[in-house]
Every structure is written in C-alpha cells, then in structure tokens.
C-alpha cells in the first residue's frame, strides 16, 4: 500500500510543480491537469506540497519496511 501512496504523491507533486512552473514562468500551466480542468496557481502549489509529503512519507514507509524484513 505504502509504494501505492508514493507513486500517487510522485504524481501530483510532479502535476503541481508543473502547474505553478507553467503559470509563474509560462502563459499557460504545464502538465495534464490543465487538460482537464482550471487550476488556480496556490492550488497547484498545494497539490504539490500535499504531493511531495506523501511521496515522502510513502517512501519512508518502503524503507522501514525493508529494514525490519
């Protein structure tokens, strides 16, 4: 389940840092889910810190496994 949760928080930390990139530097946002739908920037910021603390904590989560098997 843990790596699960870290490919899920890999993808939306890569999704929200894409967004914001594209709208900080770009025109437009960059990344699939302005294909799908208008995302504020801070949203894709919060998609990306929400992101990047389960790709984190999905990742710790492998690694304790690993150790105590």
């Known amino acids: 389940m ?26 437009k ?12 920037t801070p949203a894709y910021l919060a998609l990306f810190a929400l992101g990047a603390a389960l790709a984190i904590w999905g990742e710790a989560g492998k690694k304790r496994a690993r150790s105590s098997a």
Do not use: S, T, Y
């Not at 843990?2 to 530097?25: M, T």
């Not at 960059?30 to 995302?39: A, S, Y």
């Open 29 to 40: 946002p960059w990344g699939l889910l302005q294909k799908w739908w208008d995302v504020p």
């Open 2 to 27: 843990k790596e699960i949760i870290a490919i899920v928080g890999w993808v939306l930390g890569i999704q929200g840092a894409l967004g914001a990139a594209g709208r900080i530097f770009g025109d």
